[in-house]
């Protein structure tokens, strides 16, 4: 009886410290601040045009390939938007992957001619943020990747 109790003990302090460790290595991994520059340097693989996906302990994190972001890159150079205006720096530094955008922040959603070239997963897409384009979740609203300075 006693060796039975010990078994079951033992087996729940185990679970229990696999438990406790799964934020801690989240926090590990750089995600616990949400303090990122956002600035979308714009080293990938490629992927052939389809958005990047790295799988995380809590789910899927999705960000633009190197190709989508030179494709958005020459869009906008291309087409340039007359009354594009900075947002103020309280603002813009509050954008950040991660975190969804403010309810009530002025967006644009990409031009549909840009979003058939840039072909996403379903359930993402590009929205234009003053001079910024993010890559968002439709549901969610929550930034997964940020291009900087790109509409002009």
Avoid: W
């Amino acid at each position: 009886m006693k060796t039975k109790h010990r078994k079951t003990l033992t087996r729940t302090f185990l679970l229990l410290g696999l438990v406790c460790s799964i934020p801690m290595a989240v926090q590990a991994q750089g995600r616990g601040n949400g303090r990122g520059n956002g600035n979308g340097n714009g080293h990938g693989n490629g992927g052939g045009g389809h958005v990047e996906a790295t799988t995380t302990l809590l789910g899927v994190d999705v960000t633009l390939t190197a190709d989508m972001r030179a494709q958005i890159q020459s869009y906008y150079a291309a087409h340039p938007v007359a009354d594009a205006q900075s947002l103020p720096p309280g603002i813009r530094r509050n954008l950040a992957r991660g975190k969804p955008l403010p309810p009530g922040i002025a967006k644009k959603v990409a031009p549909p001619e840009l979003a058939s070239r840039v072909r996403l997963r379903d359930g993402y897409a590009l929205v234009e943020v003053g001079l910024d384009v993010f890559l968002v979740e439709v549901a969610t609203n929550v930034i997964h990747d940020v291009l900087m300075d790109v509409v002009r």
